[in-house]
């Protein structure tokens, strides 16, 4: 048998590497490239063991028989998106992954947070804040929490509090992270189930009304949403109290429906001198609680007193109301099952909320269940066992 010459052989071996380079390029185009929601960049935040999983549970008031069983992995990332006015701009978001499950495959969940408003409480930036990743990806499902345009690495200005067009930006990240998924070898099947608290329940939502309009190659299957707010018009009786404990949620969602419809309405809004601060104060760096301390708590200091006693009939408001009545979703279409918690001692968002969305979602014959608490304050605290039978209702898709 004759011995190839060297040559023979470094030509045999630049073959042979082509082909394996050419066999490694196929794998890679066979990951689904997204057609929204692009990752832009993905960095690794470390592992969570069991063990310290557990020991966060006190912290987050979760019951001690609620067992954690996988150690996770954390990623931060950003990802391409769009702005309420269709222009290209920069999301962020974590991502939560179970390890050595066993399973074939993972359900993909993704978790809504609640309001905030300065751009790093926001789990990308601080893992263990994305307690629905977390405590979801250590029972066994893979979790994204995106953070919202405006917030984490976003390079948008400002959040778009209680805006529809958040559902296209939370979407667009469920459908990037199906190509993350497989270019790490980690095995998603195609459910897809949304968890939301307070202003989550209303982007989660504006991820159905979204998906209605604009169809993808993707559905939503099951939905629990947790003292969300849906229907934003203000009612004709509506009085705020003399006193507001949390001014800068209060006036923010008028700021940014301002902004994002350059409505020039804010100084009819919000008194001087603290309209001229709100710029300064909602840059993303500051959070609520340091905002409520540049403000007033006394309404009629805050607000001006056409808004709060001319609202309905002076028509200065008018463009305000028809971009805070555009933005409602109480008439909105659901795909999937949804399951509606909500307290009645809820002092921030009327349980009516939940209850009127469950009455409308039923006439048009969704599956719905509603839980109506009778204990419990607007809190994650107060609202934490409702996380619980979020993933235990969810059990039933997995």
């Not at 590497?17 to 960049?41: K, R, T």
């Not at 066992?385 to 039933?396: C, N, R």
């Amino acid at each position: 048998m004759k011995i190839p010459t060297l040559s023979f052989c470094k030509i045999s071996f630049q073959i042979l590497f082509l082909v394996f380079l050419s066999c490694d390029e196929v794998a890679q185009e066979s990951c689904p490239e997204p057609v929204n929601g692009d990752f832009i960049s993905i960095v690794e935040k470390g592992e969570m063991t069991v063990d310290y999983i557990e020991g966060l549970k006190p912290s987050y008031g979760l019951p001690d028989d609620f067992e954690i069983s996988y150690d996770i992995q954390i990623y931060s990332v950003t990802y391409k998106t769009t702005d309420p006015n269709g222009k290209e701009a920069i999301a962020s978001g974590a991502i939560y992954i179970p390890l050595n499950t066993g399973k074939e495959s993972l359900s993909l969940v993704s978790g809504q947070h609640g309001l905030t408003i300065q751009k790093s409480d926001v789990a990308s930036f601080l893992p263990a804040l994305g307690y629905l990743g977390v405590f979801g990806a250590s029972i066994g499902y893979a979790v994204i929490q995106p953070d919202y345009l405006g917030l984490g690495n976003s390079d948008y200005p400002f959040y778009p509090v209680y805006q529809k067009t958040n559902g296209k930006v939370l979407l667009d990240m469920a459908e990037g992270v199906k190509e993350f998924a497989c270019e790490n070898d980690i095995t998603l099947n195609e459910n897809l189930f949304l968890i939301g608290y307070s202003n989550g329940g209303y982007n989660s939502i504006a991820m159905h009304e979204e998906l209605s309009k604009r169809p993808r190659d993707f559905d939503i299957d099951a939905s629990v949403v947790i003292a969300g707010y849906f229907d934003l018009k203000r009612e004709e009786d509506f009085k705020y109290p003399e006193i507001i404990e949390t001014p800068a949620w209060a006036i923010y969602h008028s700021y940014v429906l301002n902004k994002t419809y350059n409505l020039n309405v804010i100084d009819k809004i919000i008194r001087s001198p603290y309209v001229e601060r709100l710029d300064d104060l909602f840059n993303g760096e500051y959070s609520a609680t340091y905002i409520d301390q540049k403000l007033t708590r006394y309404t009629e200091q805050l607000f001006t007193a056409d808004f709060l006693n001319n609202y309905d009939t002076l028509p200065i408001f008018d463009n305000y109301k028809e971009a805070i009545a555009s933005n409602s979703l109480m008439n909105a279409n659901i795909s999937g099952d949804i399951f509606l918690i909500h307290s009645k001692e809820d002092e921030v968002v009327p349980y009516e909320q939940s209850q009127n969305l469950y009455d409308s979602v039923k006439s048009k014959g969704v599956n719905a269940e509603l839980m109506l608490l009778e204990k419990g304050n607007h809190s994650p605290q107060d609202y934490v066992m409702s996380v619980v039978e979020a993933l235990k209702w969810l059990e039933q898709y997995d």
